[in-house]
């Protein structure tokens, strides 16, 4: 895992174990598998959106947020980054 990924991968399972008020990623957790559910879809689609119709740079903004989201409900799941890498990894088999 690169040094970006891993240090957000940190972050997102501190936050997931103290849940500091003010935090957005905290927010999420409290919302629940079914808000970060529709969080990760409405995310999707911007990045959809985006890739269509903007430039390249707003693409990569709105695939980072989806990105983000997608950490969290695999964290949200008791999921590790690992697991998600080990089923990209089977693919290519």
């Not at 957005?24 to 985006?50: C, D, H, M, W, Y």
């Not at 997608?70 to 990894?89: G, M, N, Q, S």
Request: charged share 25%; aromatic share 8%.
């Amino acid at each position: 895992m690169s040094e970006v990924l891993s240090h957000l991968w940190e972050v997102i399972e501190e936050r997931k174990r103290t849940l500091p008020p003010g935090s957005n990623t905290a927010s999420l957790f409290a919302g629940g598998l079914p808000r970060l559910a529709q969080k990760v879809g409405e995310e999707a689609v911007e990045t959809a959106i985006a890739a269509l119709s903007e430039s390249p740079e707003r693409t990569v903004y709105e695939m980072a947020d989806l990105f983000y989201h997608c950490l969290v409900l695999l964290a949200a799941k008791d999921l590790t980054f690992l697991e998600l890498e080990a089923e990209l990894a089977r693919r290519f088999k």
